[in-house]
């Protein structure tokens, strides 16, 4: 724990402008990103007694050990940078909203040939058009499957739509008219773009042309006596009307509005936001998130305007944004939501009216989802932290294990060894920070020689980072009797811009796990006992009766079964286990798949594609000449003459057997009749069944994932 006064600017250091100041950690990671109008004013209330610091603002500068600032023109500015900062160095002090789900969104791919309609979470595709977010994916598919009977808009995947386009046959949407089929050409790609888009103006509100025209449509056919026809527009308009049901009208003036509403206590604060487009709720998200400080309602606003539309434009940004409380000062953060939409954005707080009215149900909103997260957080964080004492105790460490990694091998009979590194910090996951090895060394099964390799290469990467960003002392080398001292202050010219964005096994852990008894921990102590390190605490837990084992030690230590502590060694040992065994599959299939293209230096995936999709399989390309080669794009001769000998050298395969159907499969994987045409899984020319280049196994699943550790 540092004292903040060690690093402490001297008085009138600190600029008495606008800036973004950054806190970093001894190992340089930046672990706090703040702004300010004036550097100087903010700053100095970081510096004050101790005990008058709020809990988790105490906890941050006891944690820092350097403090640095950058000034900028306007506060602008400052918004803008401190917000990529947070994006860019991640640091476990800001607030972070936390929600345990990517929020489902209802996708139209404008950017393809054939736009497509799906669900969709994650990062935002530049090209496609977001309708939400919806709480559940139940909920867009609900409303995208009363909508298909109106515009029929493809929604199946790129390898369903190009086998349909092989075979000449719609898939099961196509054939009940709830798709156009452009797969088959029952529509133009124009005419399909314009239906997509016509299915983009309803999501986005724009309902009244639709309906009166579908209104006009069915009375047209009525007095023309096409019955049949006005009925289908009848049950059209229905679907529609039902489909605007599912999100009622709030606001009658059909306004774009975003509402945001904020429930905090002294340490949490949940925000609940509801997106309004054309009057009507089309999106509700929510989150919750820790107080780093004494923050007002202000500034939490301010934060979750910058989550929700540091990476939005245009339209994304509402002419409206309502809030319980406007960010002091308000101008800054309304000009740069006006930058963000590229027109006026109003920032306010509704007085009167509907819009105050809706503003009180996501109030109520937001305080159900406080309350739900303390009755579930309120035992999680009791737990962890009983978790971590009773496994300081049981270990006699002298400090809680805050960060544990642990390690588990994994191979199927002595192939494709591999080993997994999962990272928990207080507790919780850090996915982040998880890695895995393959096993370089040696071949063959050996738990505790590969052991003695991963834990060997992760901390020779630990020190070597540690002696590249200066912290050893001068003349001092890894191994050292003391490697845990540093200099009060790094070397000139040794730390760059980027120090504080997290680095590849750059921080040591207090405790290590092996998935293992005795053996495997004895390999871990000694591979760190040869790198001088003495200062990590290390384990191992056995699955057979899920006994502790310390080096050194005979008899195991044994933690009651109903111990937190034990309940978090085994977390994270299965976490380890699932991680190993993840990779070792991929590495297994991808193996299987190998074909001999791949032997084949400087010919990359592009490029093997392409010699497949000309040649139509690899056994026609072993016929072909190297003119015929050439004639791929992007083929030169000298590329066509390595092909041509790599595929003499390879021995062509045995033919693979359909072990469902019985049928031989060409090396392409697709199955062949007697005559040697693909056939597909109906028996019937066209469609190819089966995975490329899938190996044929034998044995039921079980008893062939038995042999797999």
């Known amino acids: 724990m540092a004292d903040p006064s060690s690093y402490r600017p001297k008085p009138g250091e600190i600029p008495d402008s606008p800036g973004v100041y950054r806190f970093r950690d001894e190992h340089r990671r930046v672990i706090y990103v703040g702004k300010a109008k004036s550097l100087r004013q903010r700053l100095a209330n970081y510096f004050q007694d101790l005990a008058g610091l709020h809990p988790r603002t105490r906890s941050m500068v006891t944690t820092a050990a350097s403090v640095e600032w950058t000034v900028v023109s306007t506060e602008v500015e400052a918004l803008q940078l401190e917000y990529s900062w947070i994006k860019e160095y991640d640091p476990r002090f800001n607030v972070k909203y936390r929600d345990d789900k990517s929020y489902p969104y209802l996708a139209v791919t404008m950017n393809e ?14 090209g496609v058009r977001y309708f939400g977010p919806y709480a559940h994916a139940w909920a867009i598919r609900d409303t995208v499957d009363l909508l298909l009977r109106v ?114 206590d002294e340490l949490e604060a949940a925000v609940q936001i509801f997106h309004v487009r054309g009057g009507r709720v089309r999106g509700q998200r929510g989150w919750v998130t820790d107080k780093v400080e004494e923050i007002t309602t202000g500034a939490l606003v301010e934060h979750a305007l ?24 308000v101008e800054p953060v309304q000009q740069w939501l006006t930058g963000r939409r590229g027109s006026g954005v109003s920032l306010r707080i509704p007085q009167r009216g509907d819009k105050r009215a809706l503003m009180e149900t996501v109030e109520r909103n937001a305080q159900q989802a406080l ?30 294990p805050l960060r544990i990694e642990c390690y588990d091998i994994s191979h199927l009979q002595g192939d494709d060894v591999v080993a997994s590194m999962v990272v928990f910090e207080d507790g919780l996951a850090r996915k982040s920070e998880y890695r895995r090895f393959q096993i370089k060394s040696f071949a063959g099964q050996d738990d505790v020689r590969s052991m003695h390799e991963v834990i060997t290469r992760r901390f020779r990467r ?73 200062d990590i605490a290390v384990c191992g837990l056995a699955k057979r009766l899920e006994e502790v084992w310390l080096p050194g030690e005979t008899d195991p230590v044994v933690l009651p079964r109903t111990s937190e502590g034990l309940y978090l060694l085994q977390r994270v040992r299965d976490e380890a286990h699932r991680f190993a065994i993840t990779y070792q599959r991929t590495k297994r299939a991808k193996r299987f798949r190998a074909g001999p293209l791949d032997d084949v230096p400087g010919l990359g995936e592009t490029r093997k594609q392409a010699l497949i999709k000309h040649f139509g399989s ?62 597909d899984d109906m028996g019937e020319p066209g469609q190819a069944t089966g995975s490329p280049g899938e190996p044929v196994t034998t044995g039921a699943p079980d008893e062939r994932r038995g042999q797999e550790r």
């Open 151 to 264: 515009f029929p808009v493809r929604t199946c995947s790129a390898g369903v739509f190009k086998n349909a386009a092989r075979t000449g046959r719609p898939c099961l949407l196509g054939y009940i008219d709830k798709c156009s089929a452009p797969c088959v050409d029952r529509i133009s790609a124009e005419d399909h773009r314009a239906l997509a888009e016509e299915f983009s103006d309803f999501m986005a509100g724009r309902t009244g042309t639709h309906l009166r025209r579908l209104e006009r449509r069915m009375t047209e056919a009525a007095e023309e006596m096409e019955y049949e026809r006005a009925a289908r527009l009848r049950d059209d308009i229905g679907a529609l009307k039902k489909a605007m049901e599912k999100s009622a009208v709030v606001l009658a003036d059909a306004t774009d509005a975003d509402l945001i509403a904020v429930a905090e």
């Open 462 to 534: 630990y020190l070597a980072e540690k002696e590249r960003t200066g912290e050893w002392t001068d003349g001092e080398e890894p191994g050292a009797e003391d490697p845990s001292a540093g200099l009060a202050e790094p070397p000139a010219n040794t730390l760059t811009e980027d120090d504080g964005r997290p680095r590849r096994f750059a921080y040591p852990p207090q405790l290590v796990v092996v998935d293992g008894g005795a053996p495997q921990v004895a390999a871990a102590r000694r591979a760190l006992d040869e790198l001088g390190i003495d």
């Open 371 to 400: 309350v739900l997260h303390k009755t579930k957080r309120a035992s999680d964080l009791t737990t962890r932290s009983r978790a971590l004492e009773e496994i300081t105790d049981a270990l006699e460490l002298d400090s809680a």
């Open 113 to 126: 040939e054939f736009p497509r309609v799906q669900v969709m979470r994650g990062h935002k595709k530049k």
């Open 618 to 679: 690899v056994k026609r390309l072993r016929s072909a000449t190297i003119d015929q080669i050439c004639e791929v794009p992007g083929i030169g001769r000298k590329t066509a003459e390595t092909i041509v000998a790599a595929l003499a050298r390879a021995v062509p395969a045995a033919p693979a057997v359909n072990t469902a159907t019985g049928e031989i499969m060409d090396d392409t994987g697709e199955t062949m009749d007697d005559t040697g045409e693909i056939m």
């Open 306 to 329: 910058q989550q929700l539309y540091g990476e939005e434009t245009g339209d994304a940004v509402p002419r409206e944004v309502l809030v319980p409380a406007l960010p002091d000062p």
